[in-house]
């Protein structure tokens, strides 16, 4: 099993590029989401989806579009990229019941010039 | 929406000493509340969690305890290891979905 994986590892955007992460898990979860990690800010919740075929905003939407494309698929959509879209991208993955736990991607590090 | 406290912000201990890193949440509905640790470098990974119906939860050296009424919870890790240095956060989400995170502890453990 690869669990979660993500791509790519790394990306420079300049300002108004649009790009695509990609995610994909193969443990059959129900639940994925999408987070952004910043320095001093933890981990914020961009989107998620409870279910294959639903999305929901999280704390920190803006600028953002998410589409479910499978249960196994979770892409996130930059259109026009900007500076403070600079962070580290956490897409995760669980069940969707107890015991709730969600397993992380290796994370993409994007950087907006 | 849920506001998640956590303290301190970095934490240095001798190895063997005990470490406790305290989150606060705002919201009375939240009802799992997980820890994760990350490595540097690394994704983050759970490492004990525990249910509003539960008071103290522990697994080996680590233990998590819960406070319902002053709504808080608290990490504890005991005889610790070089190993255990890592940013650790708190977490408080209702019935999964939604996950509010706490902003990170960086834990030292000084051989």
């Known amino acids: 099993n690869a669990g979660v994986t993500q791509t790519p590892k790394f990306q420079v955007l300049k300002t108004g590029q649009s790009m695509t992460l990609q995610c994909a898990q193969d443990?059959?979860?129900?639940?994925m989401y999408w987070y952004r990690q910043d320095p001093g800010m933890g981990l914020r919740l961009i989107y998620y989806s409870a279910s294959e075929g639903t999305t929901d905003k999280g704390e920190v939407p803006n600028g953002y579009n998410v589409s479910r494309l499978n249960k196994r698929e979770f892409s996130l959509r930059l259109e026009s990229a900007a500076p403070s879209q600079t962070s580290v991208y956490f897409c995760?993955?669980?069940?969707?019941?107890?015991?709730?736990?969600?397993?992380f991607g290796p994370g993409t590090r994007l950087t907006v010039t | 929406g849920e506001n998640v406290e956590q303290h301190p912000s970095t934490l240095s201990v001798q190895e063997g000493d005990s470490a406790v890193i305290k989150c606060t949440y705002s919201?009375?509905?939240?009802?799992?509340f997980p820890w994760y640790k990350q490595e540097l470098g690394k994704r983050p990974q759970l490492i004990i969690d525990i249910r509003s119906n539960v008071g103290e939860k522990k697994d080996q050296r680590i233990a998590v305890t819960l406070n319902k009424t002053a709504k808080h919870f608290s990490l504890h890790i005991t005889e610790t290891q070089p190993e255990d240095s890592a940013v650790y956060f708190c977490?408080?989400?209702?019935?999964?979905?939604?996950?509010?995170f706490g902003t990170g502890t960086s834990l030292t453990v000084i051989p």
């Open positions: 995760a993955s669980e069940t969707g019941g107890f015991p709730y736990e969600q397993y």
């Open positions: 443990m059959n979860h129900n639940s």
């Open positions: 919201d009375s509905a939240s009802n799992y």
């Open positions: 977490a408080a989400s209702w019935t999964g979905n939604q996950f509010y």
